[in-house]
């Protein structure tokens, strides 16, 4: 009779432990919702996509400096930062970098509080007001391509919008911020800061939604444009699917 | 032979309550050295609120590093608190009761100051909320905080529950004094008066508990690895990582255990409850993870190093030969070849060899968590210089200030609860004594277990 006293006691202990642990672990989840919207929506109007003509570019940094007077960035946050790399005959040849606004983001999926998004035509945002600044993302992202608000940032003009994905100005101290593909510009019909600072011509926005690509000069068909000029993608064996795309130039080697 | 193995209930009871006497001199003194540091933590930590997370040392080729290897080290040793005394109270080892309630009461400080860092590491602290409001399963700091949240309930549960009949006992003393003390211990004994159910319940729960905590630890440390495994980048990309963070939990926690026990054992003089057997015995388990932690170490770096895979090169690199070789070779020699020779040697397996031992291992083994943080952020993915972390005066600050909480938290719990499990221990000398009455005297060894 003791004995299965003891077992009852037991299995109670055990049961009541249960529910306490289950219950601090289910806690989280009891508002869980799906935060971060994991895939472009394909009925959108646009979906953009990008292309860096690497036989064009000199490496001059245009680029980087038109980013940063757009977004009111500080100077060691390079939303496109222009990389020197070394080909196998020793010389060295620049190579723009921006987001590469993956199709399968490995930022996106760490983020905690899901303040990581594709919008719906396929640009990735971060949302600097849900941002816990973790830096997981920054640890996910093979491309280097995400930038910490370290201090407090440079100030910005007063703008009547508040700071937002869509334009994250000024930026938030103790967040993340990236590339945003100048979506407050494509959005209007306008170039990206950086297309529009290329004095070479050799950035081009695109969409593969009308299959076109511009960098403010020339438009050409997008699919025709990449499959003539041998087009790839960084780190294809990542599996991010970019939607940058470069076409190889000045004879320098990618890494892969 | 058996008197010094099993002092008599009174005797350990004394011994056990004597934190809880009006302390000296010396004990306020280093408490309020250890809140100094405490505070001036508390101050660092305002300033980088202020100031942003660049004043730790920060920067975007060095976005981790002193926070989160606090993190992993902190919960680390955690672990080796709770497994000592869950894994000694499974296997019914008798010489582990007098160290069973500063190992447990060690696992709940030292989490709750890596918990902290889960906090102090973010650029965002006040929106930690959204952790709770609106969580991305996908992501494993989503795994960390549930893992952790629960491995803090299941501590303090295994803290608690061996305590509630000393908390009885001490309910019973203070009964006449009356005042805050005793209605404090009167709701935390939950009416324990020692009744033959209340110690079956007890039993139970203890038992289970203990079992639980286990798996628990291993999955709180496998999880947090994950946190680094899975961003994908070279030195974290490894399939070892999860059982590696576990040994490095267990080693170091196991190393913490040492120092905290031999400290509480100076202090308050308990020289004749917790011998040398108790320390050495934990410097061999401290032995054998050392061993295994090495050994983990080796097949991670022999297998990077014999692939070379181009990417993980430059990592691999500059921890044997490179920028932080210094550091790595450090960490291999004293916290790991060293503390294996104290304890080996029996020359240096006394105490303060031990200690020394103990040490080492828990200084190594943040230095290895810095190596395992800094050199893969600080590598470039693409092209161009090292970044590097620099550990400022805040971070600094601040880190010393979550390690001084640990011991001052302990000396104060101790002012409040007996440092020995008291009912335990009479438990364990009971059976001892009936052990001894059933079997011929020569049957008892040293150590007062049948052989």
Known sequence: ???????????????????????????????????????????????????????KCDGCEHCTKACQDEHHLAKDQKWINVYRISSADGETHPMPRLCMHCENPPCLKVCPVGATFKNAEGVVLVNQQTCIGCRTCMAACPYEARYFNWQEPPPAPKTLMPSMPEFPVPQLKGTVGKCILCVHNTQTGKLPACVEGCPMEALYIADLKSDAATNGRETVKLSTFLRENDAIRFREELG???RVYYIPGHGQKLIF | MLKPEFPSSDAVTAAALRPLAPSGRRFWALAAALAAVVAAGGVAYVYQLFSGLGVAGYSDHGFWGIYEANLVAFIGVSYGGALVSAILRLTQARWRAPITRLSEAMAVFSLLAGMLFAVIHLGRPERIWRLVASPQISSPLVWDFVAVMTYLLATVIFLYLPLIPDIALLRDRFERAGGLRFKLYRALALNWADLPRQHQVLHASVSVIAVIIIPLAVIVHSVLSWAFAVTGRPGWDSTIFAPYFVVAALYSGVATVIIVVAAFRWAYRLHDYIGLKQLRYLGYLMLA??????YFTFTELLTEGYVMNAEVVPVLESMLVGQYAPYF??????????????????????????????ILVVAGMWLKRLLIVVPTVAHPLIAGAWGSFQPTWVSMSITLGAAAAIPLLLMLFFKLFPVMAIYEMGEIA???RQDALRLPVTAINQEGLPS
Do not use: N
């Not at chain 1, 289910?26 to 959108?44: H, I, M, W, Y």
């Open chain 2, 430 to 432: 009971e059976e001892a």
């Open chain 2, 329 to 358: 070779w450090l960490f291999i020699l004293g916290g790991g070849i060293v503390p294996l020779l104290l304890v080996c040697l029996p020359k240096t397996r006394g105490v303060p060899g031990i200690v020394v031992a103990a």
């Open chain 1, 240 to 242: 991010t699917r970019p």
């Open chain 2, 289 to 294: 993870l050392d061993l295994l932690y090495l």
């Open chain 1, 1 to 55: 009779m003791a004995k299965s006293r003891v077992a009852l006691t037991r299995r109670r202990f055990l049961t009541a432990l249960t529910l306490a642990a289950g219950g601090t672990a289910a806690a989280p989840f009891v508002g869980e919702r799906l935060v971060a919207a994991t895939s472009a929506a394909p009925e959108a109007k646009h979906q953009w996509a990008f292309v860096v003509d690497l036989r």
